[in-house]
């Protein structure tokens, strides 16, 4: 899909949810840079993930993500507003990033 449609498609909010954790390094770069053509001028992203720290093995799927990783929706064009690494409520707990994105209503480059 054009970048143009992308455009005309976009949203005010979107919310991404572990999707990335089941794509392989290569993709997952791919497919983020491609949500983030997805977010409005003006709108919101919100990405929830397990996480993990750059010395850790990535493991299998679903892959945590790290905090660098994360940082790709950044050069992407997004704004990040907020990041929380947090242990959730499983036995044991999982660290989990929440990070909130904001795309500007015009380009920063």
Known sequence: ?????AQQ???????EAYTLQ???SDLRLIAIA???NFVAPSGKLLV????????????????????????QFKLAGLHQQSFERYLDS?????QRF???YAKPI???N
């Open 98 to 100: 929440r990070a909130l």
């Open 106 to 108: 015009k380009p920063c």
């Open 90 to 94: 499983e036995l044991p707990p999982v």
């Open 34 to 36: 491609k949500i983030s």
């Open 48 to 71: 929830i993930a397990r996480g993990r720290e750059e010395s850790d093995p990535s493991g299998e799927i679903p892959y945590p993500l790290t905090q660098r990783e994360l940082e």
């Open 1 to 5: 899909m054009s970048r143009q449609r």
């Open 22 to 24: 089941v794509l392989p």
């Open 9 to 15: 498609l976009a949203a005010e909010f979107l919310f």
